[in-house]
């Protein structure tokens, strides 16, 4: 029976979601609006030139990748950004004196990432609603990927925060982990475009199948098999909750 | 005040950098109880209430709170206890009013308006209420720091130097509420540099010195055994004070100041039939005649401070200078 502090961890929800609310354009505006600009110059530059293997437009193919590459970086930027600003200005502390148990804070802290990540996937899609057809072929895997991968990521950006002692590190993650993941997962290709060393090296790399298991419940069509996708998903975001729960437990990177 | 509120046993913290910040400290803090713990900067106070606070790793000993411990009942702790930082420290982007709500939640209770406004105007904060932290001088933080660690009504309150640069007006007002706050039965668990204020506030207090505690007791126990009394005797011209003389005066250990014109006379207890200072004053007036002025100076906890931490000042004072 959980007897622990729910009001405190609802509170902490509710803090990260205020947080990233009181300055939305920057974290729910912004980053919509350069996924947009993705598709409005790639739609120029490529037209209606088809995706070979899968029979669908560029285009088309386009739109749920960047959806998700947008959700999964917002994800991670919500917690990542909110735990290394905390560590930098030293109200860590309040956290950490708090009556709030290692699961509630991870778990209040993923709550709101996941959020973020919706409401950029759905400001997103919104926007993009009038001008393509974008009826979901399951909608329960696109619902599947959707937060897995938030969870996933928005895990991760716990665990960068928490490594991380300054924004330059944060920024060493960003840029040489998180983007080139991100960019070489499948969301601008299909790896049946690629030589086939580049295909088996993407096999290992989760994000790939965070953005075709979620293109493959828009389109219903993808690179991967959705059971494998499935597994692979759901395990990386088990896995990454318990690491951040032990990380959490015993303080690390934030107790001396 | 039998009970205890917080007890420390064998208390011990290494840093990574090989820097031993406590060497196993006991002590304990008394139910209902001021408490002051006082220690030169460096000593070892803020590591003992960070331990406390869950804001470092404990080393080795044990600290259990009404009777529980606090490192195995970390939840039922927290929430009995509420932590004023050293470091001024605020979330820029919430209110006040923001800032007290989210921590009341932090600690499990519903944000009670009643007692967030009663705590705003008892620490000057009312006008403040709506304005984001960012707007705040440097004295309202602090302020904002005290309402922040109170908002859960917590039984013991610990407040780390929470009038470190603070105006006179702040200090007054954060003291009156505290000593309400300890009448209606909250233990208060001070630290500070300025002694002045915690011999006036606190009805106990410890000693912490480069980690080791040097002295923990009632005030008024601490006062006694360890605060000299000098008897301060003016001359109208220069004394001399021969062998004769300085071992005929040696128990009060005297110090001829001024050039001469000053004798300073170290009182023991009173005896019997004859205080401390007829025996002091006699054996003076026999050596060197009856003096122009003759004034009594206690010692204050600052004194008792600098004796017992070994800091300035105290030594030379006990010998005699020609």
């Known amino acids: 029976m959980y007897s622990g502090n729910p009001r405190g961890a609802w509170t902490l929800f509710t803090r990260e979601v205020n947080r990233f609310l009181k300055v ?44 998700m590459m947008s959700m999964l970086q917002n994800a991670f930027a919500n917690t990542s950004s909110s735990i290394i600003m905390a560590k930098v200005m030293n109200v860590h502390v309040y956290l950490l004196m708090a009556p709030l148990s290692a699961v509630e804070v ?40 959707g937060i897995c991968g938030s969870i996933l990521m928005g895990g991760l950006g716990l665990i960068g925060g928490m490594w991380s002692k300054k924004f330059d590190d944060m920024s060493l993650i960003n840029n040489f982990l998180i983007l080139p993941l991100t960019f070489l997962s499948g969301v601008f290709y299909s790896v049946k475009q690629l030589p086939p060393l580049w ?51 015993i303080g690390w990177r934030l107790k001396e | 005040m039998n009970k205890i509120a917080l007890q420390v046993d064998g208390l011990r913290k290494v840093y990574a950098n090989g820097n031993i910040a406590l060497h196993g400290i006991s002590l304990a803090v008394p139910e209902g109880s001021f408490f002051a713990l006082l220690g030169p900067n460096g000593a070892g106070k803020t590591t003992m209430i960070n331990i406390l606070a869950d804001i470092l790793h404990p080393g080795e000993g044990t600290m259990t709170l009404f009777g529980r411990d606090v490192f195995q009942e970390k939840s039922w702790c927290k929430r009995q206890m509420g932590i004023v930082p050293q470091e001024v420290a605020f979330d820029p982007f919430f209110s006040v009013r923001e800032i007290l709500n989210t921590t009341s939640g932090y600690y499990g209770c519903r944000p009670d308006r009643v007692w967030i406004d009663e705590l705003l105007d008892r620490l000057g904060l009312t006008h403040q209420a709506d304005k984001n932290t960012r707007q705040l001088s440097g004295g309202m933080r602090r302020r904002l720091l005290v309402a922040q660690a109170l908002v859960h009504r917590p039984p013991l309150v610990v407040l780390d130097e929470p009038t470190a640069g603070v105006d006179v007006e702040l200090r007054r007002r954060l003291w009156d509420f505290m000593r309400e ?49 000098r008897l301060v005797l003016r001359y109208a011209k220069p004394i001399l004070i021969s062998a004769t003389d300085e071992a005929a005066l040696t128990d009060f250990k005297p110090v001829i100041l001024d050039e001469g014109l000053e004798l300073h006379l170290e009182l023991r207890r009173d005896e019997p039939g004859m205080s401390g200072f007829d025996v002091a004053y006699e054996a003076a007036r026999n050596r060197f005649g009856p003096p122009l002025d003759a004034a009594v100076h206690q010692e204050d906890l600052e004194d008792v401070f600098v004796r017992l931490t070994g800091n300035t000042g105290a030594e030379g004072e006990t010998h005699v200078q020609r």
């Open chain 1, 199 to 249: 295909q088996q090296l993407n096999a290992y790399n989760p994000f790939f199948y965070l953005i075709d298991g979620f293109r493959f419940g828009f389109l219903g069509v993808g690179d991967s098999d959705p059971a494998t996708a499935a597994g692979v998903v759901v395990a990386a975001a088990i896995l990454t909750v318990l690491a951040c729960w032990y990380l959490w437990s």
């Open chain 1, 106 to 145: 991870v778990g209040a802290f993923i709550a709101a990432a996941v959020l973020r990540s919706m409401l950029v996937g759905a400001v997103l899609l919104l926007t993009l609603s009038p001008f393509v057809d974008l009826s979901p072929a399951h909608i329960w895997m696109i619902l599947l990927y």
């Open chain 1, 24 to 67: 939305k354009v920057q974290t729910i505006v912004a980053p919509a609006l350069t996924a947009i600009l993705y598709l409005v110059v790639f739609r120029y530059a490529l037209g209606d030139r088809g995706v070979p293997g899968l029979g669908i437009d560029y285009f088309t193919f386009l739109i749920p990748g960047l959806v």
């Open chain 2, 181 to 229: 706050l300890n009448r209606n039965g909250a233990t208060i668990l001070l630290t500070t540099h300025y002694l002045a204020e915690a011999e006036e506030l606190c009805d106990h207090v410890a000693i912490i010195d480069q980690g080791k505690l040097v002295a923990s007791e009632p005030m008024q126990s601490l006062m006694h055994r360890v605060a000299v009394s």
